[in-house]
Each structure stands twice: as C-alpha cells, then as structure tokens.
C-alpha cells in the first residue's frame, strides 16, 4: 500500500528549517547558513521509505517584508501551507510565540491541517523552557505531535519522521522512487554558489546578491557553469570580488567543492559579478532571476 503527503515546513528565519529537510533527507539540497532570510525559494525535498514517500516542502522564513523581494518570500511560505496535506512548525525552544508563530497557527485551524510542532535547538536550551515552549503551543493548537530536537546535531531527526509517517495517506507515489528533489540543475547550482556567499560575506551585502546561471553545459565526465553573481552597488562589487580576486576565488572553490559531491563529476566553474541597483525592490528583475510564484 503506496501512501505519500505533501508537507509543509514553515516557521520564523533561521529556525533550522533547511537544516532539518537535510537531516531527513539524508543529503544536502537546501542551502543554510546562520544569516536569517537564507532560502528564498520553495524547495522540495523526496524521501521515499518501503511504501511511504514524503514530499517535505521547505520555505522561506516568515517575517515582515521590507522589499518586493521580502515579499515574494513570504508569499511563497503561506501559499505553500495551502498547497500542503500537513504541516511541520518549528520554533526555537524558550523563544515566546510571535504573530508569525500565531498566523501559522490560524491559518493550519481554519485548513484543518494536521500539524507537528517541532521544539529545534534544544541543545542550546534546558528542559525547563522545552517544557514551557510546549505548554505554550499546546494551549494554542491540538498538535498531533511535539517533538524536541537539535537538526543540527541529527538529534531527535528520526523522532520527526516517525510522526509524520502517521500523516501520510494511502495514495500514489507523485516523484520516482530514485528522486531527493525536483530543483532544475541550473536553480540547485545558483542556489550552492549563493550559499557561499553568505558564507563568506559579511553583513548587508549576502541578501542583496543573486546568483543566475547564464551556462550550465554537461559533458558526461564534467559541468560547465557559467554563473553571473548580482549585487545592488559598486562597492559591494569590490568586495565581494575581493583584493586580486582572493573572495571570488573563495566562493568559487567552496561552491565546486559542493557541485561536483552532489552530481558526481568534476565542475568548471567561471563567475562574473554585475551591479544591479535596488533589484530587490524591481518585480521584473526579482521574476528574471527566478523569484516568482508560477
């Protein structure tokens, strides 16, 4: 007997939301880093157990927008609850509900979503305000499950797919058994150099920067990629550059490191950076480098 469902997992920035679908899969496909606002995108993300398939959606942490960019972010984590059979919210552990935490909350009721609370960072925490976190959100909502973990240290991870195998619905599978994620090549590999780029950048600059591949050639034993890096000003353009090439460099042989493991064959890699000004906040150049919603 097939079963399957398609599962949200939604929550604040820098919840450990990536870094929780990459422990379950087993394998990298969502970007992290410890800078908020890091996926921007929906990623799915396939696991398929004996009979059970579960389509893990990760999305973009939920805040209060300040560019167009923002916005589409957001949009894109409460519209993929709607598209959703069920849904995994993760907070911190002894961090108070916020209105982000209260929305989700709304919307799961008025859908009927059945839902898992998932308490993550506990090893930066204590049992006392695990326990508090949990009586707060079981006062809110009838969670079909609380589960305390640290997705970091794999910690509590296979607690997590326990409780949402309970979620899954006799039906037909929607992905190949073989298939982690339905990415296109040329996204997952903008998404790796992106990465590290906020990685190794500092401060403002990392979330004004897009990365579009302009070249992705596969010749069997190796991948050209061609990827142009955007960013909003000059002198962001200098630094991310780097004093004769040095952080370019580095983003680049980070960034192959990451290609070749994940398609198995050598990677060339060329990167060009380009000023774009206020692009975050331009709807038409926010859809070019593919951010929208189709």
Same mark, same amino acid.
């Given at each position: 007997m097939k079963r399957t469902a398609f599962i949200a997992i939604v929550g604040r920035p820098n919840v450990g939301k990536s870094t929780l679908l990459n422990a379950m899969l087993g394998e990298k496909i969502a970007i992290v880093s410890k800078k908020?606002? =890091? =996926?921007?995108?929906?990623?799915t993300g396939i696991l398929t157990r004996g009979e059970d398939q579960f389509v893990f959606l990760d999305t973009p942490g939920i805040h209060r927008p300040q560019t167009k960019l923002g916005d589409f972010m957001v949009k894109t984590a409460t519209g993929t609850m709607g598209d959703s059979d069920a849904v995994i919210l993760i907070v911190e552990a002894g961090k108070p509900m916020s209105q982000v935490e209260e929305n989700v909350i709304e919307q799961i009721k008025n859908k009927?979503?059945?839902?898992?609370? %998932?308490?993550n960072k506990t090893d930066l925490s204590s049992p006392e305000k695990i326990a508090e976190t949990i009586k707060t959100y079981s006062d809110a909502y009838d969670f079909n499950a609380f589960v305390p973990i640290s997705a970091k240290k794999q910690d509590g991870v296979s607690i997590v797919l326990d409780e949402a195998s309970k979620l899954l619905s006799e039906s037909d599978w929607f992905f190949p058994e073989d298939m982690i994620t339905d990415q296109p090549e040329r996204q997952f590999a903008s998404e790796v150099i992106r990465e590290k780029l906020l990685r190794t950048l500092d401060k403002e600059i990392p979330h004004g920067t897009a990365v579009v591949i302009e070249g992705f050639e596969d010749l069997g034993r190796m991948i050209k990629i061609r990827a142009e890096i955007y960013c909003e000003k000059e002198s962001h353009k200098g630094i991310i550059v780097g004093k004769n090439g040095a952080a370019l460099k580095l983003v680049g042989t980070y960034a192959r490191e990451d290609l070749e493991k994940f398609f198995g064959v050598k %990677?060339?890699?060329?990167l060009w950076?380009?000023?774009?000004?206020n692009w975050r906040d331009n709807e038409i150049t926010i859809s070019n480098f593919g951010y929208n919603n189709d």
């Open positions: 908020p606002q =890091t =996926t921007r995108n929906r990623i009927s979503l059945p839902a898992i609370l %998932v308490i %990677v060339y890699l060329n950076v380009k000023v774009k000004a």
